[in-house]
């Protein structure tokens, strides 16, 4: 089983929807990153979080240390937002290293 | 500031052959971090090191990979020789340590395709 889960996979939206994506993750950390890589390939920090809730103009990130979980939320979505989002740890007992989800494909329709 | 400035962009080389790849971490940024992406098991990282010097080096797949850093502005990723499972994009990213936002700069990539 792999440290840090995402889900969904893959998520398919209409313009305009709010979107959530989830990472749970079982390990103890001293932060999560939710990071965006775009079709052509650049990767993009979004937030770094270790405890309540991140907002940065659409985005919104959360984080609930006692369950493991974090959210990553898009309101007013549009097409631009389609890109891979990839939840990271950094673990306790790792030093800056992360560790990574598979990603969550988002594909946004005009 | 310019970013994180990875080179080359695209890389296609013969099996075999020397690879170096070169990656130039942001003014001030005191960790630089080596990541490889590939389809099947996504970003993983390679080595990283902490104000110059190989912190952890774990995920360096064999004897083939060496990276170095030998000053605060440059550091190279070298593959020697290449195989066509090298074949992956190598995110080059830097942090600065104890940051408030704490995030990491990644570089736009280098496409490795090994035939």
């Known amino acids: 089983k792999n440290e840090v889960e995402q889900s969904p996979q893959n998520l398919t939206a209409q313009e305009g929807e709010f979107i959530t994506i989830n990472c749970s993750y079982s390990v103890g950390i001293s932060a999560l990153h939710w990071l965006q890589q775009h079709p052509g390939g650049g990767i993009v920090s979004l937030f770094m979080l270790s405890s309540g809730k991140k907002k940065h103009g659409r985005l919104i990130a959360t984080i609930n240390i006692q369950e493991k979980h974090s959210s990553l939320h898009i309101t007013a979505s549009h097409p631009r937002d389609s890109a891979v989002y990839i939840c990271?740890?950094?673990?306790?007992?790792?030093?800056?290293?992360?560790?990574f989800g598979e990603g969550t494909q988002l594909t946004v329709n005009p | 500031d310019a970013g994180v400035i990875q080179s080359p962009r695209h890389e296609v080389t013969e099996m075999g052959q020397e690879v170096t790849l070169r990656c130039k971490p942001i003014s001030g940024h005191n960790s630089l971090f080596w990541y490889r992406q590939t389809m099947m098991r996504g970003l993983e990282l390679l080595i990283y090191?902490?104000?110059?010097?190989?912190?952890?080096d774990s995920g360096m797949p064999e004897d083939r990979f060496s990276a170095k850093m030998p000053n605060a502005s440059f550091s190279t990723l070298k593959i020697q020789p290449s195989e066509p499972r090298d074949s992956a994009v190598y995110f080059c990213?830097?942090?600065?340590?104890?940051?408030?936002?704490?995030?990491?700069?990644f570089g736009s990539g280098t496409r490795l395709t090994v035939v």
């Open positions: 990213a830097s942090r600065r340590t104890g940051a408030l936002r704490g995030g990491y700069t």
């Open positions: 990271a740890v950094r673990k306790e007992t790792s030093g800056s290293r992360l560790t």
């Open positions: 090191f902490n104000n110059n010097v190989p912190i952890d």
